[in-house]
C-alpha cells in the first residue's frame, strides 16, 4: 500500500507541535518514543524524526515527501524548496543583536564589525543586499555568548520572547525576517503520493482554519437580521432559527480571530444580545 512519509523535528517544540497538528487531524501515531521512525495505524503516513539541519536534504533528495521545518531554515538552506502551507506555530524572527551598551541607529552601523551567527547564508545575503561590509563568524549553537566572550560585537540568530538576548545582556535592533513552522513538499513526489498529500492537506486546512476562527451564536430581534449578516461574513450565511419570543431570532455563524473584537462592537451596536462564543474543533468548506 502506497504510504507518505513525512519528516519532523527529532525534539523540542516544532516536534511537540507537529505531532499535536498530526493528532488534531485524526491521525494516530503509534510507538513513537524514541524512535527515528513511526506509522500511523488509520492513515497511511511514515513519520521519520530526524535533526531539523537534515531536514531540507532529505526533502531536496525525495528521501521524505513531505515535512514540517521553520521557515528560517528553508531561507538559510534553499528557498527553492515548495512550501505548501504556513501552520501558524513555533513564530519567531531572525535579527541581529547587539550588546546593551552599544549604540545603534541604523543598519550601516554594523559596518566593520563582527558577526557571529549560525544562519551564515542568510547574513551573508542580507549584508550583500544591504552593502554591508561585516565579518561573518560561525558559530553552531550559543550564539548569543559570542560577544561576552570576545567573539564576535553583535550577533544574527533566532529570537522568539527575547529572553535568551536579556540574559545576555543584547538588545534585538533589526528583524531580518519573519519566520514559522512550514508544510513543505518534495519536488520527487509522484503522482500516487501527491494523491494523499492532497487528502493530509484537506485535513490540515480544515484544522487551521478552525484554530483561525470561533463559532458565534447570538440572539437579535428579526429587523436587525439584514444588518447583522453582513457583518458576519466568514460562512456563506448565518443559521436563523426563531426564539420562542416573537420578533426575535438566534443566528449562529463564525467569526474569525483576527477581527474577533472589532466585530463583536459591530454587531453589538447593531442589535445583537445574548452572544456567545466557542471554539471551533474542525472547519471544513
Not at 517544540?13 to 521512525?37: A, F, M, V
Not at 543586499?129 to 566572550?149: C, D, K, L, Q, T
Request: aromatic share 6%.
Amino acid at each position: 500500500m502506497q504510504r507518505i512519509k513525512i519528516a519532523i523535528q527529532k525534539s523540542g517544540r516544532l516536534n511537540e507541535d507537529s505531532l499535536s497538528l498530526l493528532k488534531k487531524c485524526g491521525i494516530n501515531i503509534d510507538n513513537y518514543k524514541d524512535q527515528l521512525k513511526a506509522s500511523s495505524s488509520n492513515f497511511p503516513i511514515d513519520v521519520f524524526f530526524l535533526r531539523n539541519s537534515d531536514i531540507p536534504q532529505y526533502i531536496r533528495d525525495g528521501v521524505v515527501d513531505l515535512a514540517v521545518i521553520g521557515e528560517n531554515l528553508i531561507i538559510e538552506n534553499d528557498n527553492n524548496i515548495e512550501i505548501v502551507e504556513k501552520l501558524g506555530f513555533s513564530k519567531c524572527k531572525v535579527s541581529i543583536a547587539v550588546p546593551n551598551q552599544m549604540k545603534f541607529n541604523s543598519i550601516d552601523d554594523l559596518n566593520g564589525l563582527k558577526i557571529a551567527t549560525s544562519y551564515p547564508n542568510t547574513l551573508n545575503n542580507f549584508l550583500k543586499n544591504n552593502s554591508i561590509n561585516a565579518e561573518v563568524h560561525v558559530i553552531n549553537g550559543s550564539v548569543e555568548i559570542a560577544p561576552n566572550i570576545g567573539l564576535s560585537d553583535s550577533i544574527c540568530d533566532i529570537v522568539s520572547s527575547g529572553s535568551t538576548l536579556y540574559k545576555n545582556n543584547l538588545k534585538e535592533v533589526y528583524v531580518m525576517h519573519y519566520s514559522e513552522a512550514v508544510l513543505v513538499v518534495s519536488k520527487l513526489i509522484d503522482k500516487k503520493t501527491n494523491e494523499l498529500l492532497e487528502k493530509l492537506l484537506f485535513r490540515v486546512r480544515a484544522v487551521l482554519r478552525a484554530k483561525k476562527s470561533k463559532y458565534i451564536l447570538l440572539n437579535a430581534p428579526n429587523e436587525k437580521i439584514s444588518t447583522i449578516s453582513k457583518i458576519l461574513p466568514v460562512l456563506k450565511s448565518p443559521t436563523i432559527l426563531p426564539l420562542n419570543q416573537k420578533g426575535w431570532s438566534s443566528l449562529h455563524s463564525v467569526i474569525e480571530e483576527d477581527t474577533f473584537w472589532e466585530v463583536i462592537d459591530r454587531i453589538k451596536e447593531a442589535g445583537a444580545e445574548d452572544i456567545l462564543v466557542c471554539p471551533i474543533e474542525k472547519m471544513v468548506l
